[in-house]
């Protein structure tokens, strides 16, 4: 389990959290939006979006079932 997506691609069985990459295009937009003279008030208030991706080479390698429901809410499988 990780919280970062290479972690995944390295053989984590799991990963829940969010992207660096992701975080850093959110700040810059509300920047940009703050440098083209949008009140700070005015801005919307915003989270990071969570991502979730799941290792099927070490489901399988471990031999664990995983139920579609959970496969379903899986940002990326890597297979």
């Known amino acids: ?8 691609r390295s053989r984590a069985l799991f990963c829940y959290g969010f992207e660096h990459r992701r975080i850093g295009r959110q700040a810059a937009r509300l920047v940009a939006e703050i440098l083209k003279g949008t009140d700070v008030g005015n801005l919307p208030v915003e989270t990071a979006e969570n991502y979730s991706f799941l290792n099927m ?23």
């Open 1 to 8: 389990m990780g919280t970062e997506q290479t972690a995944g």
């Open 57 to 79: 080479r070490s489901v399988e390698a471990i031999n664990l079932d995983i139920w579609d429901s959970m496969l379903r809410q899986m940002d990326e499988i890597i297979r």
